[in-house]
């Protein structure tokens, strides 16, 4: 195994803050132009899928995708999950690049891999994988544009493997960052902090509004060294603001765990009280929070070793089709989920991670009429730290997540039905 480069992360070592004298590097990314075809493999990146096209007449696999099958020129192809073993056949080292982003980055090291699915593909290279011939894993993950990359990984992890450049520009694990909670005073709040420092976040800023109501969980989160309680509304402009006037330029990490959830149809109760109460947190809030603390992210995107990285969401499967006992609701975090797109767009030049978690139910007081399976909040929190750590765009944590977006991808129109039976 080759040593640790300068400036990476070794096991168990902080890292070293930058000097606020010198002047932050402008963020680059990777050419993002892409193939309708392409765009393909970006979906399944995504989702973290090693997916190739398959052709459902002759059977081929191919590589890169095409609109026809090489083979039989069929247009009938599908993405199809794939085998992530592969053979390293020949590599090479780039010394030079002529894009600004790889120009940064080299040297680095590139190789032809035969896929065990049988198409060939050219990979970037962990610095531990084992040198041609040899055997590798191959992964597909998404890019600092976010765009599907193919990386070749050691057949077995290594100590401080993450550590590698090649995946700290691919994911965004939370170790020796500093993230914010939105709010924390709940129990998805405080497991979710409590998951970030097992993960090795070295600070965690626990978000919290009303300082009136007492909550239990907060007051377990204030006797943890690494966690700072910080008053935040984002229901309130002014608080927001003062919050990242405070911290916006240390967060490598956000996310927004603030939730307005009153459960009912749209017919039972009179007003517009409670609809607007779940807009004012779950859409404008997160939209008060994107125009004050998306400026510094972008700035610090290119801060090495550890930068500014992502941005997580956690909105609701409720977003894809609407749940009529949740009406208002649910059409609160569809509207968050559409802005969440647009954040993404805005991000996407700076090389920041936006992801969008899509629970079912949770476990809360908000669903207790909703019978189980439900969500725990330990489960949502470490799926939040799995999308992290593996640079994912799209979670679906959950038995009836995965239900349900398969069968919304299936037929939207069908499940509407179904919800509003």
Same mark, same amino acid.
Request: proline letters at 9%.
């Given at each position: 195994?080759?040593a640790?480069p ?5 096991s ?11 002047? &932050? ?6 050419p993002?132009?892409?193939?309708? !075809? ?8 995504a ?20 609109d !026809?099958?090489?083979?039989?020129l069929s247009a ?6 794939? #085998? ?7 590599? =090479?080292?780039?010394?030079?690049g ?8 080299? $040297? ?10 049988? *198409?060939?593909? +050219?990979?970037a290279?962990?610095?531990?994988? @084992?040198p ?15 765009? %599907? ?6 057949e077995?992890? =290594?100590p401080?493997?993450?550590? /590698? ?11 020796? #960052?500093?993230?914010?909670i ?5 129990k998805?709040?405080?497991?979710m ?8 976040a070295?600070?965690v800023?626990?978000g919290?509004?009303? $300082? ?8 377990a ?6 966690v700072?309680?910080? *008053? ?21 990490i956000?996310?927004n765990?603030? @939730?307005?959830?009153?459960?009912? =149809? ?10 607007r109460?779940?807009? @004012? ?7 008060r ?12 995107a290119?801060?090495?070793p ?7 969401? +956690? ?10 006992a ?12 559409s ?7 805005? &991000? ?6 936006? +992801?969008?978690?899509? $629970?079912?139910p ?15 909040p330990? %489960? ?5 730290? /799995? ?17 349900l977006?398969a069968?919304f ?6 499940l509407?039905? @179904?919800?509003?039976?």
């Amino acid at each position: 195994m080759s040593a640790s480069p300068p400036g990476s992360l070794g096991s168990g070592q902080r890292a070293k803050r930058r000097n606020p004298l010198v002047p &932050l590097k402008p963020p680059s990314v990777p050419p993002s132009g892409r193939s309708r !075809a392409a765009q393909g493999l970006t979906a399944a990146a995504a989702l973290g899928i090693l997916a190739l096209q398959r052709c459902e007449d002759c059977g081929a696999v191919q590589y890169p995708p095409r609109d !026809a099958c090489v083979q039989c020129l069929s247009a009938k192809l599908r993405w199809r999950p794939m #085998r992530v073993g592969g053979e390293l056949l020949s590599e =090479t080292l780039i010394r030079h690049g002529q894009e600004l982003f790889f120009r940064h980055r080299a $040297p680095f090291r590139a190789g032809l891999v035969r896929l065990d699915d049988g *198409p060939s593909a +050219i990979v970037a290279l962990h610095r531990d994988c @084992e040198p041609a011939p040899s055997r590798l894993r191959v992964r597909l993950v998404l890019d600092k544009a976010g765009q %599907a990359l193919m990386i070749g990984l050691p057949e077995k992890d =290594t100590p401080d493997m993450a550590d /590698d450049s090649l995946i700290r520009d691919t994911t965004c694990a939370p170790r020796a #960052r500093k993230v914010l909670i939105t709010d924390a005073k709940t129990k998805l709040g405080r497991t979710m902090v409590e998951a970030l420092l097992a993960a090795g976040a070295e600070l965690v800023w626990a978000g919290f509004a009303a $300082p009136w109501k007492p909550s239990p969980h907060l007051d377990a989160l204030g006797a943890l060294e690494p966690v700072t309680l910080v *008053p935040l509304d984002v229901s309130d402009e002014t608080s927001v603001r003062e919050l990242a006037g405070s911290i916006g330029g240390k967060v490598d990490i956000l996310i927004n765990t603030a @939730e307005y959830h009153r459960p009912g =149809t749209i017919s039972s109760r009179p007003g517009v009280e409670t609809a607007r109460a779940e807009m @004012e947190v779950n859409y404008f809030g997160l939209l008060r929070l994107t125009q004050a603390f998306s400026p510094a992210l972008k700035a610090r995107a290119a801060d090495a070793p550890v930068s500014s990285t992502a941005w997580v969401n +956690i909105l609701s499967t409720r977003a894809l089709s609407n749940d009529p006992a949740h009406g208002t609701f649910s059409a609160s975090k569809a509207a968050a989920f559409s802005l969440t797109q647009a954040l993404r767009a805005d &991000l996407q030049a700076s090389g920041i991670r936006v +992801i969008n978690v899509f $629970p079912g139910p949770i476990e809360d007081e908000w669903n207790a009429l909703v019978p189980p399976p439900k969500l725990s909040p330990a %489960a949502l929190a470490k799926a939040v730290v /799995d999308a992290l750590e593996r640079g994912l765009e799209d979670v679906y944590p959950g038995e009836i997540a995965k239900d349900l977006i398969a069968r919304f991808l299936e037929n939207p129109k069908a499940l509407e039905r @179904e919800l509003s039976g």
